[in-house]
């Protein structure tokens, strides 16, 4: 019998938890979990995103980290917000995608979202192609293979790339060679 009253406050909790939601007049920051001291939500432009202590340790809804179970004030704490007498400069204004202007602003939780309404495919993308260190029999056969002018951008031209060149083991020839080819050629070091 007991296992069964058990269960049934089980399935009476479950019923009570409900999604979280970040307080709307505090802007962003850390809340503790009601459900839980093992959990806290990180919430972000009001959106909450959950968090899970470390092994071991528990939230404390105090000093708003993770800490062990004897130190941890579990929450959520009730507190009295004391009085405003001026607006938090920490604050920032909430992004408009219709304001949104790149690159000054960029309005997207996940990153996904291109300002505009652009679609991905319409925009550009830019890949850098850096080198680093000594040019020379150990690395130049690859570069070859790398820039072989199969590989092109959009608007035709061949791919390039930035050498670093150290001075030390390098091979000036083959460094001139990819200067020839139309890659950048830089200084790691002078000494």
């Known amino acids: 019998m007991e296992k069964g009253i058990q269960a049934q406050?089980?399935?009476?909790?479950?019923?009570?938890?409900?999604?979280?939601?970040?307080?709307?007049?505090v802007g962003n920051g850390n809340y503790a979990d009601p459900q839980t001291c093992r959990r806290f939500y990180q919430c972000v432009d009001g959106y909450p995103y959950v968090n899970r202590c470390p092994s071991g340790l528990y939230f404390d809804d105090i000093n708003k980290f993770c800490t062990f179970k004897n130190e941890?004030?579990?929450g959520p704490i009730a507190s009295t917000p004391a009085p405003?007498?001026?607006?938090?400069?920490?604050?920032?204004?909430?992004?408009?995608?219709?304001?949104?202007?790149?690159?000054?602003?960029?309005?997207?939780k996940?990153?996904?979202?291109i300002p505009g309404g652009l679609e991905p495919e319409d925009v550009p993308?830019?890949?850098l192609m850096t080198f680093?260190?000594?040019?020379?029999?150990?690395?130049y056969d690859?570069?070859?293979?790398?820039?072989?002018?199969?590989?092109?951008?959009p608007n035709g031209c061949a791919i390039k790339g930035?050498?670093?060149?150290?001075?030390?083991?390098?091979?000036?020839?083959?460094?001139?060679?990819l200067a020839n080819d139309g890659h950048e050629i830089a200084t790691e070091t002078v000494s």
């Open 162 to 177: 930035t050498f670093f060149i150290s001075h030390e083991y390098s091979n000036y020839h083959m460094i001139q060679q």
């Open 110 to 113: 996940d990153g996904t979202l």
């Open 125 to 127: 993308q830019m890949i």
């Open 9 to 25: 406050r089980k399935q009476e909790v479950k019923v009570e938890e409900k999604e979280f939601e970040c307080p709307h007049d």
């Open 84 to 108: 405003i007498t001026e607006p938090p400069a920490d604050l920032a204004k909430k992004c408009n995608p219709a304001e949104c202007d790149l690159p000054y602003c960029f309005c997207s």
């Open 72 to 74: 941890a004030r579990c």
């Open 132 to 139: 680093d260190g000594a040019v020379n029999l150990n690395n």
């Open 142 to 153: 690859h570069y070859r293979k790398v820039f072989n002018r199969k590989r092109l951008n």
